[in-house]
């Protein structure tokens, strides 16, 4: 089995966006060694397994909160038979792919490297989901006992409110 270094790390790549946790195409191609227009290729041969709880489409305003940059395609000159731009940088919006997008890609992504991704990534959100259960355990510990000690450490509370943000 193929062994995913630390420099791989996966959490840094797991964004929030329209309330879920998702992965960017980039990141994940870049996780499975391959070229995201290669990745991309593969969904769209696919998409019949990919419904819109599974994966969509970045919009714009989405692309320039992430600080993610792409040429528009303003005319077909940009593609070629290889869907690859002349002009070089990126003319297709961006996919994010949710927990269970990504559990199928590894029905279409079938090599060794996309195995030892996949299960990396599954780990990753389930250790997330844990760590969020315990957060929100946590806060509800803390405002309990606020309420008990009726403000009068309201400084240490505030730094406790501070941190869990």
């Known amino acids: 089995m193929i062994e995913i270094t630390l420099s791989e790390n996966v959490r840094n790549k797991i ?28 969904v769209k041969r696919n ?34 038979q290889f869907v690859t731009s002349s002009y070089g940088g990126r003319w297709k919006p961006i996919f994010a792919f949710t927990e269970q997008g990504i559990a199928m890609l ?15 990534i599954m780990r990753t959100f389930t250790e997330l989901r844990r760590i969020l259960s315990t957060h929100k355990k946590l806060r509800y510990r803390i405002e309990k006992l606020e309420k008990k000690y009726d403000g009068q450490s309201e400084i240490l509370f505030k730094t406790i409110r501070q941190i869990l943000t």
Do not use: C, W
């Open 15 to 42: 964004y929030m966006i329209r309330k879920e946790k998702v992965m960017l195409d980039f990141d994940l191609a870049a996780l499975y060694q391959v070229e995201t227009k290669v990745l991309n290729q593969v």
């Open 106 to 120: 590894s029905s279409v992504l079938k090599s060794d490297r996309a195995i030892a991704v996949n299960i990396k």
């Open 47 to 80: 998409m019949p397994r990919f419904p819109s709880d599974f994966m969509f489409q970045l919009n714009k305003k989405e692309e320039e909160v992430l600080g993610a940059q792409y040429v528009t395609a303003e005319s077909n000159n940009l593609k070629s």
